[in-house]
């Protein structure tokens, strides 16, 4: 099945700094998403994006998907971002399955 | 509109015990899935269904039984429980116009099996 990998792992912040996170896939998709789960554990959908650009505040998520790889870039960190950041995706060999990348735990300090 | 409402918020079992949990989406949502959140592991599908009376397996289904008779219902089942069950089980649901469009989760019920 397709495999997601997500980098880095973890990543710590100072507030205010920017970041970004990648998710590389291993085949072609018809489906990508980008979650947060913040530390009480709520998972939040950020962006559905299989393909092109989108921006949603200081949250903006880019796919380039002949490169299969996503990018979520967050500017001018706060404290509320923390937590771990998910990207997911539905490889197009005919399957339902939402496959979730192992997550990017960030912490943002104050 | 409430979303995704998952029941219990929590359990714990024995090993050997049976159980369900519930989920139910107010959304009309034709997709509902299951997942378990393991440490380090990220999110792992178990079952899924794209509609009443359809289910299908996903990653990890061994141990747990589903079934959709309606719309918004879709409960998980352990038949057995076994210690390997202990995780944080998530229910999901997605938007009609794509059956894997946008994903909304519940809250999440935290399984302990001892």
């Known amino acids: 099945g397709i495999q997601v990998e997500q980098s880095p792992p973890d990543l710590i912040l100072q507030e205010g700094a920017n970041s970004t996170l990648r998710c590389n896939f291993s085949?072609?998709?018809?489906?990508l998403q980008w979650f947060h789960q913040n530390p009480w554990g709520q998972l939040i959908n950020l962006f559905y994006i299989p393909s092109g650009t989108k921006q949603n505040g200081r949250l903006s998520a880019t796919t380039v998907a002949t490169e299969r790889y996503s990018l979520l870039y967050i500017s001018s960190s706060q404290t509320t971002d923390s937590g771990v950041y998910f990207c997911?995706?539905?490889?197009?060999?005919?399957?339902?399955?939402?496959?979730f990348g192992k997550g990017t735990k960030l912490t943002v300090n104050p | 509109n409430a979303g995704v409402t998952q029941t219990p918020k929590f359990q714990v079992l024995k090993t050997g015990q049976s159980m369900t949990l519930q989920c139910a989406q107010d959304m009309n949502h034709e997709y509902m899935s299951w997942y378990r959140q393991d440490p380090g592991m990220g999110l792992r599908l178990i079952h899924y269904?794209?509609?009443?009376?359809?289910?299908d397996q996903g990653e990890v289904p061994n141990g747990y039984n589903v079934s959709r008779s309606t719309t918004e219902d879709f409960p998980l089942r352990l038949l057995s429980a076994a210690p390997s069950q202990t995780s944080v089980y998530f229910c999901?649901?997605?938007?009609?116009?794509?059956?894997?469009?946008?994903?909304?989760f519940g809250e999440g019920s935290r399984l302990t099996v001892l």
């Open positions: 085949d072609s998709v018809n489906n």
């Open positions: 269904s794209v509609g009443a009376g359809i289910t």
């Open positions: 997911a995706v539905v490889g197009r060999g005919g399957s339902e399955k939402l496959v």
């Open positions: 999901a649901s997605s938007h009609p116009r794509s059956r894997t469009g946008e994903l909304f």
